[in-house]
């Protein structure tokens, strides 16, 4: 079946450092890809999404490249804040509307 | 926005009561809603497709006789946990499909804690 597997946390930065979050993807045909955000004490918030292969996503400094070739959708902040401490999960999508396969999220804390 | 509530945010109950968790599309309609079950510092795991005007849809392993889903209306879900036991304790989450390509909303969350 579909799954997603992403590094595990947690990851303690400092303010201003690069975050790199690794995620990959096993799945059949072309799904689209996308990365969750959830911060202390709320639901899930979409950060950013590709749908296709080579699309880039990007929201709020966080980018992410969907790369079939490497089954890959990395997420990366050339810059991060404390703010930006939150639970980052990646996630696949076989199509619109239908459910997402989550991977097991990877906790951030950056200190200032 | 699109906003899904979810209500309670956080419920307590007793060993062996049941427990209904409401999950609302407030400003569009969703024929479609999905529960996920989240432990504590895991991942999301889907339980149910919620499907408006018929039978939900579970995924393997998940007992649906425990966890009844009954998407009533278009803006309306509810997941009731049956004779809840500690293992119960969790945190569900709902969430639909938007209009919009590939938009998926989620609602805040319910922590459940069965004593």
């Known amino acids: 079946g579909d799954s997603v597997t992403q590094m595990e946390g947690p990851v303690t930065l400092s303010e201003e450092a690069f975050l790199t979050i690794n995620c990959t993807y096993t799945a059949t045909g072309y799904p689209s890809l996308f990365w969750y955000v959830q911060y202390p004490g709320e639901g899930l918030q979409l950060l950013l999404k590709?749908?296709?292969?080579?699309d880039k996503g990007s929201n709020k400094g966080f980018e992410a490249t969907y790369r079939k070739e490497t089954t890959s959708f990395h997420l990366e902040k050339g810059s991060v804040q404390v703010s930006d401490s939150a639970v980052y999960f990646c996630a696949l999508q076989k199509a619109a509307g239908n459910k997402l396969t989550f991977g097991g999220g990877t906790r951030v804390l950056v200190k200032p | 926005g699109a906003v899904v509530s979810q209500h309670p945010s956080w419920v307590i109950c007793k060993s062996g009561t049941s427990v209904k968790i409401e999950c609302r599309s407030l400003?569009?309609?969703?024929?479609?809603m999905f529960w996920y079950r989240q432990f504590p510092k895991q991942s999301l795991m889907l339980m149910a497709t919620s499907n408006e005007g018929s039978k939900a849809t579970y995924e393997q392993g998940v007992e649906k006789d425990k966890f009844l889903i009954n998407h009533a209306s278009l803006t309306l879900s509810t997941l009731t946990v049956t004779s809840a036991h500690p293992e119960d304790s969790s945190f569900y989450i709902c969430s639909a499909p938007g209009t919009g390509d590939h938009e998926q909303y989620f609602g805040p969350g319910t922590r459940l804690t069965v004593t």
């Open positions: 400003d569009f309609q969703a024929t479609t």
């Open positions: 590709a749908t296709k292969a080579d």
